[in-house]
């Protein structure tokens, strides 16, 4: 059955939307899957802040263009479903390669994060990364680190002034008492 040219337009019209609002988009080759597994796949990826939709290539490719966005053509070859990553795409990475496991048939044919494009190998190493809070905090350590150890050599050497100090403090109270407990016993004898 033919797609009326206005359907055509309004699905471009809907993809362009897609991939302007997302912060990136994972392909994948669905043939094979039952509609049943497709929706299995929706749904584990929707709590992670991510679509999944099945689309036309052709359409896809003039969506694309809209966008300012061009990808390898081999992406868009064969069945195509795509996910876009409206929150973090390392979490829908991660819901897709987990589907690939629990539906072979479901092949990752690559993404793209910005104006970045990525093969399939890259889409299952973002996958690996951990949650954004828990990089922030790497982040986040490896700047304090070297600060801190600034501030403990700083602090070191003050302690050891300040220890100098001291002693020297202490060798000039130790003068001062010999002499006054000299004239303490002078006065009692």
Known sequence: ??????????AVSQYTEDLSSSKGFILADYSGLKVSEIEDIRRSVRPVGGKVQVVKNR???LALEEAGLSLPSEYLDGPTAISYCYDE?????K????ATKGHPALKLKGGMVGA???AAHQVAAIADLPPREVLL???????????TRIAGAVASGIRQVVNVLQAYVDKLEEGNAAP????VAAEAA
């Open 1 to 10: 059955m033919a797609v009326s040219r206005k359907k055509k337009e309004s």
């Open 59 to 61: 359409l896809l490719l």
């Open 89 to 93: 795409v390392p979490a829908v990475a």
């Open 95 to 98: 819901a897709l390669v987990d």
């Open 116 to 118: 970045s494009v990525l």
């Open 137 to 147: 905090a790497q982040v986040l350590g490896t700047i304090h680190a070297p600060a």
């Open 180 to 183: 006054a407990a000299i004239d």
